[in-house]
């Protein structure tokens, strides 16, 4: 099972809606991610979580507010959001044991559309 | 110079052509690299993973990897309408700490019936 499940699938918000976007994996991976990505372009790195603990934060703007209540679930809580931030929001997780098992299975995304 | 180079197509052909999508790369850090396929809308697939020179074939797919050129390609034998998607490269060091992917900017394949 490689499976890294996002819910929801769409979301349209108002800039001053509080949403949240959940990812959930039982694949007993230790790293999760979030990352971004605009139409046609590569994903790019938001957050990562190691072991629960935030590990990465690309300089990403307070709006977005990541969290990890456990090893299976990572949560990003959106607030105050504007339009530029309408992307496609996608979760990551990879086993983090070896450098060379580094793999990254991405979840199907939330499309998120902000008004 | 961008660390990895892709070329973003569009790349069209028709069904049962052999496909050749190819990146490049400047950062000799590389080790590992991997090729993941997009269909619109939806998350990047993991579609192969090496972390060696040479070739790595699964099924109608073939990575190969070139350390030396700093080149790696993605072979895809009797392409399918199936296989029409953005196809990624993406890259990273061997930090044992380094979680950051470099990908490629995407290459968008159409394979028509």
């Known amino acids: 099972d490689t499976e890294v499940t996002q819910t929801p699938k769409h979301l349209v918000m108002g800039m001053t809606n509080k949403k949240s976007l959940k990812c959930e994996q039982h694949m007993g991976h230790r790293a999760m991610y979030w990352y971004k990505q605009k139409a046609k372009k590569p994903p790019e790195l938001m957050f990562v979580?190691?072991?629960?603990?935030?590990?990465i934060n690309e300089s990403v703007p307070s709006r977005f507010s990541p969290e990890c209540p456990n090893s299976s679930l990572l949560n990003l809580h959106l607030h105050a959001l504007q339009p530029e931030d309408s992307a496609l929001y996608l979760c990551?997780?990879?086993?983090?044991?070896?450098?060379?098992?580094?793999?990254?299975?991405f979840g199907s995304g939330t499309q998120l559309s902000v008004l | 110079q961008k660390e990895v180079e892709q070329d973003p197509g569009p790349l069209s052909v028709p069904e049962g052509a052999i496909v050749s999508l190819n990146c490049t790369y400047s950062n000799s850090a590389f080790q590992y690299f991997m090729w993941y396929r997009q269909y619109s809308r939806k998350g990047p697939e993991l579609l192969m993973y090496?972390?060696?020179?040479g070739n790595k074939e699964d099924g109608r797919f073939t990575a190969q990897v070139d350390k030396s050129s700093k080149y790696i390609s993605l072979f895809i034998r009797d392409s399918q309408p199936s296989d029409s998607a953005t196809y990624l490269c993406a890259m990273r060091d061997s930090g044992g700490s380094n979680y950051k992917l470099t990908f490629g900017k995407g290459t968008l394949l159409t394979v028509n019936p």
């Open positions: 990551a997780s990879s086993q983090h044991d070896t450098a060379w098992n580094e793999k990254l299975f």
């Open positions: 979580y190691s072991y629960e603990k935030l590990s």
């Open positions: 090496t972390y060696s020179s």
